[in-house]
């Protein structure tokens, strides 16, 4: 019997549990020999080593339970309330990234939040995906894991570029321009970017390395002809979510990037 079909408090859950921790465990074998290069080469990175898979171990082990008691609850409340759960994690990661954008956190959080519900919309209605947490969640956590790192790029991308360009954009100011046509190359560039690691993903897929949801299907079984299918979905699906969070990054940068005169704030740009 599978673990997600056996009660937690019977005896022999926790037994095939421990079982099944056998594999990870024995997978630590490769981060010794990591550990080992490292402490050969002198880069002092054993500890961090160390800290990110005991990590990654506890993250992952709790997210197991967690996921299995809203699997079994099949409750809309659970599936937002993980979904707001990701994305605020999110949002924070990527604020910090770009940390120098006032607001940042809140920007990203917004961005992410929308680009990443607005696609799943799409995917709901059109029956690609069932609204149930099997589905939405995992889904849902490679959408917002996708636009958080691109989310952050673009904000980071853009002030440096407006920052270094700063002449030109106070140039197109004086001369009349809006924020949006004084920045246009800016943002242009942050996005393209931002959004190129993407693009060449989606080109190289299946041709250098089987992408992870492909990958776990034919592990657990599937049929690569399926596989590939949903494949295909996950990559369109994190084109679309990851576009539309970055674009509107940009325009929720705007107000702290200027005042209401149309003038650069100098704070943002001081250091």
Not at 144 to 157: F, I, Q, Y
Request: a positive charge; one cysteine or more; charged letters at 15%.
């Amino acid at each position: 019997m599978k673990l997600e079909q056996m009660d937690p408090s019977d005896p022999t859950f926790w037994v095939d549990f421990m079982k099944g921790m056998l594999k990870p465990l024995a997978a630590t074998a490769v981060v010794a020999m990591a550990m080992a290069l490292s402490f050969s080469q002198r880069l002092g990175l054993e500890g961090e080593m160390i800290y990110a898979i005991a990590r990654s171990f506890i993250q992952l082990s709790i997210i197991g339970f967690v996921l299995q008691f809203i699997f079994t609850q099949n409750n809309s409340f659970w599936i937002l309330l993980a979904y707001l759960f990701m994305v605020s994690v999110a949002g924070y990661t990527a604020g910090q990234r770009a940390k120098q954008v006032p607001r940042g956190k809140y920007i990203a959080g917004v961005s992410i939040l929308a680009g990443t519900a607005v696609t799943m919309f799409f995917l709901v209605v059109l029956s690609v995906f069932p609204f149930t947490p099997r589905y939405i969640i995992p889904v849902a956590g490679m959408m917002v894991g996708n636009a958080m790192t691109v989310t952050g790029v673009t904000m980071k991308k853009l002030r440096e570029d407006v920052k270094i360009q700063r002449n030109l954009v106070e140039t197109a100011l004086a001369l009349g321009a809006t924020p949006r046509q004084a920045t246009l190359q800016q943002v242009k560039r942050s996005l393209i970017i931002a959004l190129s690691p993407v693009i060449d993903n989606a080109k190289t897929v299946g041709l250098i390395s089987l992408p992870g949801a492909m990958t776990g299907l034919i592990m657990g079984g599937a049929s690569p002809l399926e596989a590939i299918q949903l494949q295909i979905v996950v990559m369109n699906m994190l084109i679309g979510a990851s576009t539309v969070s970055s674009i509107l990054s940009t325009y929720l940068c705007w107000p702290a990037f200027f005042a209401k005169a149309y003038q650069l704030e100098y704070k943002v740009f001081s250091d």
